[in-house]
């Protein structure tokens, strides 16, 4: 018994998940900069537009998604992406709320 423990413990069972643990952090990484990105789309396309409701939901939605993302990962403040990012004010006001379909 005392072999067979020696055994397990030179072969490290936990090493074998490594390769996994990359690949989700990877994974994680390459969705949250998805999002990011969305979010950057689309106060881009609200700052060009004069005023269009459908593209301050559309930014609305893209920066919802981009939070929930960041919780999901561990990130629970978001004062720093806001500034970094420039979301304003009325993007932040409507965050999920979604229209009553009609």
């Known amino acids: 018994m005392r072999d067979s423990l020696d055994l397990i ?11 996994l643990d990359h ?14 990105h969305k979010v950057i789309a ?12 459908d593209l301050l939901q559309r930014a609305r939605n893209a920066v919802w998604a ?21 979301i304003p004010p009325q993007v932040l006001a409507g965050l999920g709320a979604f229209e009553r379909c009609r």
């Open 23 to 36: 690949e989700i952090m990877a994974e994680r990484a390459s969705s949250l900069g998805a999002a990011e």
């Open 42 to 53: 689309a106060l881009a396309a609200l700052t060009a537009a004069a005023d269009s409701h």
């Open 66 to 86: 981009y939070f929930v993302q960041r919780e999901l990962i561990g990130f629970r403040r978001h004062a720093d992406v806001i500034h970094h990012l420039g």
């Open 9 to 19: 413990a030179m072969v490290k069972p936990e090493a074998g998940t490594t390769a």
